[in-house]
């Protein structure tokens, strides 16, 4: 790739359609009109900001809006680089491919605008793993430079708790320093500014009137509700029943786990799975051309499914996504249900490995094996890196352990999977034997296990015998494992931590200084720290310094602190400044975090804010604050808020929620909504949630309705529920159900858990299950318990097995457990 093959133009070269900024159509069904008036909200502020701290500080920064489809995130940042960013060049990379080559090949320069809309498209799988490392590096590496994206909270939620080990770059990305900004899908109707802007412009006018007491002023300007109704019809009404169904396996594909645009093939195999047998005949040849003509055409609103093109060259459409105002309803509608079983085989045409793993696991998820198993073969022929050992578990659950051990082959990941499994199963002398073949396959994990298995099983020879051989491959973790399991049984585990060193393990030494700074030998242990510090351990120096505390030398515990410091270390500033506030030294501490934090330990920030705090000096303790929202630590005024409002200090708590908030936290919000709950203070409790719900979270609502549940407020819960529910908590009726249930109001909470499975949170379903097993209804509970399974909930296949076991006759029923258990659940079933 060429330099002068990305694109640099300023934002306003660009078309706000191509960025993502969705456009509302008039009244007469033109669309190619200007954009509405914008009308800013509490986030745009904190944007603003943020974007003009990067220019200032001359810093690089990576800002992700987090909200609901059409809540108006796009068009955000576009406002506000537009604001503050107008003369720097924006570059939309296509994918994460493409975003990965750039920053690989030094296109990205400073003063640039690295514009990530529906960000989950660039950090998702394999590729987006690979992105977010160059990301990182991009970040720490160019300067000025402003990265920002957007992204649905549901796909934030996956990638975060999901990837794990598996992409650490996207779980730091998403996860550490960089701000996360909530943007609520709400623009008050009555609102003096949006009334105004409503006079001078018919399209918000028309929106205020059809948005209704839920403020979805935003999304009635881009159709998407009248696009909603006309699925909601269903089948043959407004879309014929191929477009429907069209329409619904594309939601589905994407709702189960596929990424990008879905695949013209599958789409088409899949939608034969959500017609009729008289749908199918009354079709004709041409049925699927036909409908995706229907749906990719521009009739004044949104357009039903757009096209894409995955191949590289020019051509026709290859593959098609939903309107995301749509999916996101449909995506809740459907949430409890399973597909078909056309579905799950059309499913093997997944654009990428990534994508037919992603599918494979939702199946396995809802207890359809055979087809979760189908999927983790087509992922791995893909070249899946870890679909051989999530097929290989599941071949064991269902084949037995010879199919498993066949397809785990020399696939160390495959033992390191099945070895896990047998252990948890408590089958350890299995899991030994696996993580056996882990190790001869290359796990370098695999021998720590396998020395832990057999000390656990009070064989310390056997465990020697394991680590010792781990150590002539080179793996010395073995060591170090049985050091602290030694350690923590308080039995000898210096010989461990030796064996680890005389192997070439310097991290030996630092089990070796806390064995013996337990015995009381305090010279003993300063040796050892020294040595690990030398050998480049940086850890070591937080220890050295918590030693040398001890012993009363505070000028050579200020000596590793500093030592640490100079090698990039500086936890032991930290250390040194928790012990000069237990010794009672305030100015020491306070001196110690300043060093702490100007080395970047954002935490330390937050400490400072909290002893000028107690000290009673607000100014300091706010400018410390604000110093830790400014390297990316927004808790820390939420700290303060929440230490001033248990001191009844109501002025001070709200400004620093309010200083929260806008530097990302709206926890600070909810937080002091329920401190003045607690305190009696029911109106400014309702402040605060308001304040909340309007920078994007209706938690502090629900939070209420709870409150008031326990204390006997029946109306006044009910009213916090309703209103945060209506604020797009879908859970807030299952949360209350459970407090319901805990007061023993078991008639109120199955009404609270009906509520919220008609607001399509699935976590009700599993609560209703278990209230109808407890009180002997078996066959209401598998109802409510099947739709748990096919939503996807895990722990709620227990719950059914458990309540098919209690029908009747029960010779029968165990018979059929015990074969769901080996089969999982077929398409009729």
């Known amino acids: 790739m060429a330099e002068d093959e990305v694109t640099h133009r300023t934002v306003a070269q660009w078309d706000p359609e191509i960025l993502g900024v969705h456009l509302a159509p008039g009244s007469d069904e033109i669309s190619d009109l200007p954009l509405t008036e914008y009308l800013p909200r509490p986030h745009d502020q904190t944007l603003r900001m943020l974007l003009a701290r990067t220019v200032s500080r001359t810093d690089a920064s990576f800002v ?66 690979r992105a977010a490392k160059a990301l990182v590096r991009l970040l720490d590496q160019v300067a000025p430079l402003a990265v920002v994206g957007t992204m649905w909270p549901d796909h934030l939620r996956r990638l975060t708790e999901s990837c794990g080990g598996e992409a650490p770059h996207v779980r730091t990305l998403l996860t550490g320093r960089h701000p996360r900004i909530a943007v609520p899908d709400t623009l008050p109707a009555d609102s003096p500014a949006v009334a105004a802007a409503a006079a001078r412009d018919p399209r918000l006018a028309a929106a205020v009137r059809a948005a209704g007491p839920g403020h979805r002023v935003l999304q009635h300007l881009t159709g998407g509700p009248e696009l909603v109704r006309h699925w909601e019809m269903g089948s043959g009404q407004w879309f014929t029943a191929p477009e429907h169904a069209v329409l619904t396996a594309a939601v589905e594909a994407r709702r189960l786990g596929h990424t990008g645009a879905v695949p013209a093939r599958l789409l088409k195999e899949a939608a034969e799975g959500f017609m009729d047998a008289m749908a199918r005949a009354a079709a004709g040849k041409e049925w699927f051309p036909e409908a995706i003509s229907a749906l990719t055409a521009a009739t004044g609103g949104p357009v039903p499914l757009i096209a894409e093109r995955y191949a590289r060259d020019v051509g026709d459409p290859d593959s098609y996504r939903p309107d995301d105002y749509l999916e996101q309803h449909v995506r809740r509608v459907r949430a409890h249900l399973v597909p078909p079983a056309r579905f799950w085989r059309a499913a093997e045409y997944a654009r990428t490995a990534d994508d037919l793993y992603a599918l494979a696991g939702a199946a396995e998820q809802r207890r359809r094996y055979v087809y979760a198993a189908a999927l983790y073969e087509k992922a791995v022929e893909s070249g899946h890196g870890r679909a051989r050992a999530s097929w290989a578990v599941l071949l064991e659950a269902a084949d037995g352990r010879a199919a498993a051990e066949e397809k ?89 931590f030796e064996q680890a060193v005389r192997a070439g393990d310097d991290w030996g030494h630092i089990g070796l200084a806390q064995v013996a700074e337990r015995a009381g030998r305090l010279a003993d242990a300063v040796e050892h720290a020294t040595r690990a510090a030398d050998a480049g351990v940086g850890e070591a120096w937080a220890q050295l310094v918590r030693l040398y505390w001890t012993l009363g ?59 000028a705090d107690a000290d009673g000096d607000d100014g300091a303790a706010d400018e410390a604050a604000a110093q830790a929202a400014r390297v990316g630590d927004p808790q820390a005024w939420s700290a303060l808020a929440e230490a001033r409002a248990e001191r009844g200090q109501a002025v001070g708590a709200a400004r620093a929620a309010t200083e929260a908030a806008r530097a990302g936290d709206v926890d600070a919000w909810i937080g002091l909504a329920r401190y003045r709950e607690s305190v009696g203070n029911g109106a400014g409790a309702e402040l605060a949630a308001d304040h909340a719900a309007e920078r994007g979270s209706p938690a502090a609502w629900a939070a209420l309705s709870r409150m008031r549940e326990r204390v006997g407020d029946r109306g006044g819960s009910r009213r916090a529920v309703l209103r945060a529910a209506a604020l797009g908590a879908y859970d807030a009726w299952t949360a209350l159900g459970r407090v319901r249930e805990e007061t023993g109001d078991t008639a109120a909470a199955e009404r609270a858990y009906v509520r919220g499975c008609e607001a399509g949170d699935t976590e009700a379903y599993s609560a209703l299950g278990a209230l109808y097993l407890e009180q002997g209804r078996s066959k209401e509970a598998c ?14 296949w227990e719950g059914l097995l458990s309540a098919l076991a209690a029908q009747t006759p029960r010779v029968t029923s165990l018979r059929m457990v015990r074969r769901l258990r080996r089969t999982g659940l077929t398409a009729d079933e």
């Open 64 to 129: 992700l809006l987090v909200g609901s489809s059409a809540s108006g995130k796009t068009r955000a940042l576009y406002e506000s680089v537009a604001g503050v960013l107008p003369d720097w060049p924006l570059v939309r990379p296509a994918d994460a491919e493409e975003l990965s080559a750039w920053i690989e090949a030094s296109f990205v320069c400073p003063r640039t605008v690295l514009w990530l809309d529906e960000a989950q498209r660039y950090l998702d799988g394999a590729q987006g793993e």
């Open 408 to 496: 785990a082959a020399a696939d160390p990941l495959a033992w390191a999977a099945l070895a896990v499994s047998r252990e948890a199963g408590a089958d350890v002398s299995a899991a030994f034997d696996a993580y056996r073949r882990a190790a001869d396959s290359g796990d370098v994990w695999a021998w720590s296990a396998m020395a832990r298995i057999r000390e656990a099983e009070g064989d310390p020879a056997a465990a020697d015998a394991v680590a010792a051989q781990a150590a002539t491959v080179g793996q010395t973790q073995a060591w170090r494992t049985l050091g602290r399991m030694r350690a923590a049984r308080g039995t000898s585990a210096a010989a461990a």
């Open 783 to 796: 109802a409510a318990y099947r739709s748990a399974v096919d939503a996807g909930l895990t722990d709620a």
């Open 553 to 611: 030398e505070r000028e050579s515990a200020l000596a590793a602190a500093t030592g640490g410091a100079e090698v990039g270390n500086p936890e032991g500033w930290s250390v040194l400044a928790q012990l000069r506030y237990r010794a009672a030294d305030m100015p020491g501490a306070a001196a110690a975090h300043r060093e702490a934090a100007s080395m970047g330990v954002g935490a330390a920030w937050r400490v400072l804010a909290l002893l």
